[in-house]
C-alpha cells in the first residue's frame, strides 16, 4: 500500500489543473512564486482504528489539500474545487472539511484548503 498522500497527489495531478503538486512540502522553486497554481497535500490523521481480538482492523487516514490559485489561474475555481471533491470522493475518500477562500492581499493569490478522510480495512 503506498502512502495515502501519495495516492491523493496522483489522483489530484489527473485532473490537470495546477502546474505542480507536491506532498508534505512545496519545493523552494515554487514558494515565491505567485504566478502558478500549486497544490500542497500533507497528512493530517493517522490512526489506527477498530480493534477486534486484541489486532487492529482499520486504519483511518487524513489529508490535507492546500491550493494556491495562480494569479493567472484562468479556469472556474469552484468548477474545479469540485472536481477535485469528486474525484476524491470516487476514490472512497470522504470530504471532512472545507474552509472558506482566503485571499492573500500582498500578492492578490487565492487559496483554499480542504481535509479528506479514508478508512482502509486491512486484511488478516
Known sequence: MILPIYEVSDLIESLSFANAVFTNEIDEEYLKNTADTVVLITESINDLDKRAN??????????????F??????????????????????DDWHLSQSKS???DPKTNQVTKVFYFTKNFLLEE
Open 54 to 67: 486484541n489486532r487492529f482492523r482499520n486504519l483511518s487516514y487524513g489529508v490535507e489539500v492546500q491550493i
Open 69 to 90: 490559485y495562480g494569479t493567472n489561474f484562468d479556469k472556474p475555481i469552484l468548477d474545479v474545487e469540485i472536481a477535485v471533491a469528486r474525484k476524491l470522493e470516487s
Open 101 to 103: 477562500h482566503i485571499n
